[in-house]
């Protein structure tokens, strides 16, 4: 029998019985489908309306295969459930009944509960490596923790943002198995697990969908990744929600936390997405959604969504602790004690007013409740955004940061903190990328991009100044980090 999101699913391949299973691949841009398996043999996947091939075919649990696109370009399936060898390598057929679950009766914690510790699983050593870490954080009185993203992407470090296989778990984290283990034994002490997704973009390298499923995409859209992704379309829709359930259902993840949705240009998806997760998860099991949204729009934390990352409230802290006032943070530099505030009472500082490039942003958010924003000091982003990953108790006296702290976990919001916030870590987070061999290019663009947001992160007390000789400081400082980016990518971002 498939798993159970698969019973309704239309993409990827699915165990029907411990002898066969059915395949189904949208290419619309294919002639021809076939399915390669390791050992050798090909069988023909049957042409279907709309651009779908699909058919059952013999094979068993733990199958490798790919599919090969008209004759010329072997490919895993982007609705892999494991990629043991990889995004270059052969996909894997999963057997839904390979773990037993140690505590099935777990029905979750309910969101007013919520106190996040966000989290990257390759950093705490794995799978296996978080498991360790739980009964510390149960005892400190956290009550879910939140992975960043573990869906595959290439190479073997990376922050996870720019997975290309969704469905698979990241293998050189652990196995599917292991991570089912983890989301087990958080249940056992009491924990939520919160799982980081990416529906707003696919990440460059492992990522061949173009090459035969270019309605993926729009072109006349962009993103700061690429193309937009074209959710116009209900395959496209039905891939991610498919997604969604996925890790709701089969490995009993408690919630999700949706990154960058105003990258999303089909508001009306989030709505369906939200609203088929509340109505095919199991009755009285706590489901929780959350959004990073950077438009503020209120308007979605009333369709399903239980919160919104609450960036107006870290900024506005962070202007007041540190004293910087660049990029966004300008948005926050007057009247900054007003603005928090404002977050504090309403949620959102900007509800409709005017950046500081002039353009409106945000909707009225005082009408929600405090739960429906999480306040945060420092996550992924904020630390890693900066160039030497520096976080706030080596950027502000301790005293003020105690204060913030305080207000952070007695506030009514839903509070989250970062890994290491609790005991005053030292050691950088910075961001990291590492893609495959066969894709080069991919990662000196990806370094590019981000130095020059360091560029812009850059501190310069003095407005009227010439930045250039600090911003070449700071470049300077790059090329000696523990982590160097190659001069050659250097050159071509020094202003």
Not at 9 to 25: E, P
Not at 320 to 339: N, V
Not at 424 to 450: D, L
Not at 474 to 487: V, Y
Request: hydrophobic residues 40%; neutral net charge.
């Amino acid at each position: 029998m498939p798993f159970r999101s698969q019973e309704r699913a239309t993409h990827g391949a699915a165990m029907l019985d411990s002898n066969s299973a059915r395949f189904a691949l949208w290419a619309p841009d294919a002639q021809r489908v076939d399915v390669e398996f390791a050992s050798g043999r090909r069988e023909v996947l049957p042409a279907q309306a709309d651009g779908w091939f699909i058919g059952r075919l013999a094979c068993s649990a733990g199958s490798r295969y790919r599919y090969r696109i008209d004759g010329k370009l072997s490919v895993a399936d982007p609705a892999s459930r494991h990629q043991p060898e990889g995004v270059h390598g052969p996909s894997a057929l999963l057997a839904p009944a390979a773990y037993r679950w140690q505590h099935p009766n777990w029905h979750g914690r309910p969101w007013h509960e919520a106190v996040i510790y966000e989290l990257h699983v390759g950093l705490c050593g794995g799978y296996a490596g978080v498991i360790e870490r739980l009964p510390a954080l149960a005892e400190l009185g956290i009550t879910a923790i939140e992975l960043m993203p573990v869906g595959q992407f290439p190479g073997e470090r990376n922050w996870g943002y720019d997975g290309v296989l969704p469905f698979a778990p990241q293998h050189s984290y652990g196995t599917p198995m292991q991570l089912r283990e983890l989301i087990d034994q958080a249940h056992g002490h009491g924990l939520m697990v919160v799982l980081d997704v990416v529906y707003n973009h696919f990440g460059p390298d492992g990522n061949y969908l173009g090459q035969y499923a270019s309605g993926f995409f729009r072109e006349d859209r962009k993103t700061p990744w690429g193309a937009a992704i074209d959710f116009r379309r209900r395959q496209v829709r039905d891939f991610f929600i498919e997604n969604a359930l996925m890790w709701l259902q089969d490995y009993r993840i408690d919630g999700l936390r949706l990154d960058a949705v105003h990258a999303i240009d089909e508001p009306d998806f989030l709505a369906e997405l939200a609203r088929r997760v509340r109505n095919d998860i199991a009755p009285g099991r706590q489901v929780w959604l959350s959004l990073e949204n950077e438009h503020n729009q209120s308007h979605l934390l009333e369709q399903g969504f239980d919160a919104q990352w609450n960036d107006d409230g870290h900024n506005a802290l962070h202007v007041l602790l540190t004293g910087e006032q660049e990029a966004y943070y300008a948005d926050y530099s007057e009247s900054t004690i007003d603005k928090l505030a404002r977050c504090l009472s309403q949620g959102f500082v900007f509800q409709g007013q005017p950046d500081r490039n002039g353009r409106p942003r945000g909707e009225p958010s005082g009408h929600l409740p405090p739960t429906a924003f999480v306040l945060f000091l420092q996550n992924h982003d904020q630390i890693g955004n900066r160039a030497f990953g520096e976080r706030l108790n080596q950027l502000c006296p301790l005293p003020a940061l105690r204060a913030a702290t305080t207000l952070l976990l007695l506030a009514p919001m839903i509070p989250l903190l970062f890994m290491g916030d609790e005991w005053g870590c030292e050691q950088p987070f910075v961001f990291f990328y590492r893609s495959s061999r066969r894709t080069r290019r991919c990662r000196a663009r990806r370094p590019a991009g981000r130095v020059r947001q360091f560029c812009r992160l850059c501190r310069r007390r003095d407005p009227g100044a010439d930045s250039r000789p600090q911003r070449r400081h700071h470049l300077q400082r790059l090329k000696a980090a523990p982590a160097p980016i190659a001069p050659a990518t250097l050159a071509t971002v020094i202003p």
